[in-house]
């Protein structure tokens, strides 16, 4: 029989960013919350601590921050028909585990969403007429305006410690940032980071082809910050230390350097670790939640009562939980009725090398996670796509996070893998191998979603997720043309250039790293028969039941989610502080 705990006005499940910012909004309202965390306690001082952090072995090969994939993990299938196989090893994505979750070991790139972003199926149609959508790509619009969500991206922006130019102040175009991004309330927090010796090499190419490089916002503080909540972070020192990594100069924005030094401290917060959530509980109807069950670090099953419940963890965990819980009809992909599980979408990352003249001194080792300079004239839909016969874009960029010896001395592809002329082909390119990257967006499309595995389970009996996904022709055709401009790019600065754009017809290969930026499963919307939760996060078939994070997204663009996945969940917090705690129930009427 279960132990049963005194009831908490709020139980969030995970700790990373948007467990932190919901605790903290939470308990401003008053609110006792208890956040239950899966993983261990992580915090800077014990678990960033210098120089045991700066192990690259430790910690990008053997993945000491990664979820442990024996326990749990993910299988993966191409298409419906296939028998998915567990995802053993860390390769395409890198899942978190613990307090600060992925926000702990992120990079830091931390973008807004473009306004046709958020309203992509009508930007589409009002632009090139409802044919141009092809048949079979479920793309939708997020339901919420980049207007309404404008205060929530400056507020995370500040929470976070930002760097970065702004390109258009309240509509009118500042040279020097992005001229595409939508209009923005005020500057960014912090300056602009400094430039490494590849990103001026870049924008200088850049700005011979006439395009206006700028640089890529950073949670990467460019000076000495103190934010919003009083917590203060130290500027960055180009350790190159930052992706897979706690960071030890309290520089990298994270939950752990701007907002669990005071979240943790508040009387009225709580927070349980090695406590694996199982099941969100529901009453008799099956319309409203009780609390949720958990596995705690003695292998017990505890039933925690709340009047909120609120999915905090991980995209693809947040899905899975949905799922074992029975909230939300499933989706299915050949009938095209449900919705949880619906639209999964990843990201078609491409690009180039260039191995720059001999004598070149790019000084890899002086990097940091977001430091770099982008150009945005084929992200998105600033570019004409009517004769080109694809949607959505990349954003080209230059950043160079640093040059570790095990996993970042890259060599050209023909180069021997091993031996002698391994070592003489990494000597030779560690200092002028250059790569400039297209991050592509990925459509929503009928037959990828997410869905219970009949067959494998984890540790603790429960069914494993299983991800169905392949590549389209719409996205090769999308980062065939991008790679190209950043080969154009690449070319300008001399040197022999590799293009790295994918193959027609080539499969996803979950082996090979490209980003963790996995979205879709629960995704909000104005129509309940076409999503999950509403434009407030807010479960349409469970009103006490919010669910945060990327697993929102109807499809994913050409950016890094968690610039948006932190400004829906200031956006979805204000709401239930402001109109869901005065008056329980559904916020959007069905």
């Given amino acids: ?29 008053g609110l006792q919350v208890l956040a239950l965390e899966r993983g261990e306690m992580q915090d800077t001082p014990t678990t960033a601590n210098y120089p045991n952090v700066i192990d690259e072995l430790a910690y990008t090969v053997r993945g000491k921050l990664y979820q442990d994939l024996a326990r749990e993990t993910v ?14 090893q860390h390769g395409s994505i890198l899942l978190g585990t613990g307090v600060g ?48 969500l404008e205060p929530y991206f400056a507020r995370f922006e500040a929470v976070a410690g930002i760097a970065g130019k702004a390109g258009n102040l309240n509509g009118t175009v500042v040279k020097g940032g992005n001229r595409f991004e939508a209009p923005r309330s005020s500057e960014f927090p912090l300056p602009a980071l400094k430039d490494v010796y590849g990103a001026q090499l870049f924008a200088k190419a850049a700005r011979e082809l006439g395009y206006e490089p700028f640089p890529i916002p950073a949670a990467n503080a460019s000076e000495p910050y103190t934010n919003p909540y009083g917590v203060r972070m130290g500027p960055c020192n180009f350790c190159g230390f930052c992706e897979n990594y706690g960071c030890y100069m309290y520089s990298k924005g994270s939950p752990q350097t701007t907002i669990l030094p005071v979240l943790l401290k508040r009387p009225n917060f709580k927070v349980k670790t090695q406590a694996q959530v199982i099941k969100v ?35 693809l965990h947040n899905v899975r939980l949905l799922l074992l819980s029975g909230i939300g009809k499933p989706y299915d992909p050949v009938s095209g009725d449900g919705v949880v599980g619906k639209n999964y979408a990843y990201q078609m990352n491409g690009g180039v090398s260039v191995m720059l003249p001999k004598g070149t001194q790019l000084n890899p080792f002086i990097g940091a996670g977001a430091g770099g300079q982008a150009i945005d004239d084929f992200n998105g839909d600033n570019f004409d796509h009517a004769p080109l016969g694809f949607l959505g874009g990349a954003n080209i960029r230059h950043n160079r996070t640093g ?9 050209p592809k023909a180069a021997p893998k091993w031996g002698k002329g391994w070592k003489a082909a990494t000597q030779d390119s560690y200092q002028r191998l250059m790569g400039i990257n297209a991050q592509g967006s990925v459509m929503a499309y009928r037959d990828s979603y997410l869905s219970l595995d009949p067959t494998y389970r984890d540790a603790y009996g429960q069914p494993l997720l299983r991800i169905t996904f392949d590549w389209h022709d719409n996205e090769f055709k999308m980062t065939q043309y991008t790679v190209d401009k950043a080969q154009r790019i690449a070319e300008v600065l001399g040197g022999s250039v590799e293009n790295n754009a994918k193959k027609p017809g080539s499969h996803y290969d979950t082996r090979v790293y490209q980003s963790t930026h996995t979205t879709g499963g629960a995704i909000m919307g104005s129509d309940p028969a ?25 499809q994913n663009f050409g950016y890094n989610p968690t610039g948006l996945v932190g400004a ?10 402001e109109h869901y705690l005065p008056n329980p129930g559904p916020m959007v009427q069905a």
Wanted: contains cysteine.
């Fill in 530 to 554: 076409s999503s999950v939760v509403n434009r407030f996060l807010q479960c349409w078939d469970v009103h006490n039941v919010f669910v945060t994070g990327a697993s929102a997204f109807p």
């Fill in 1 to 29: 029989m279960a132990i049963k705990h005194p009831p908490v006005d709020v139980v969030l499940v995970g700790l990373g960013w948007t467990g932190s910012i919901m605790g903290m909004e939470m308990t401003d309202a």
């Fill in 403 to 411: 040059g570790r010896p095990i996993g970042q001395a890259t060599t």
């Fill in 568 to 577: 829906l969940t200031y956006w979805a917090a204000h709401h239930i502080r």
């Fill in 101 to 148: 979750g992925s926000g702990f070991h992120w990079n830091g790139l931390t973008w807004r969403a473009q306004a046709s972003d958020l309203r992509l199926r009508s930007h589409y149609e009002e632009r090139y007429g409802k044919h141009f959508i092809p048949q079979g790509m479920t793309i939708q619009d997020f339901g919420v305006s980049y207007e309404e």
């Fill in 281 to 315: 509980n529901l009453d008799s109807s099956g319309k409203l939640a009780t609390g949720v069950t958990y596995i705690d670090a003695q292998g017990r099953e505890v039933e925690q009562p709340a009047q909120l419940v609120i999915l905090t963890a991980f995209q």
């Fill in 75 to 88: 299988t993966f299938r191409h298409n419906i028909s296939g028998v998915a196989v567990p995802y053993r």
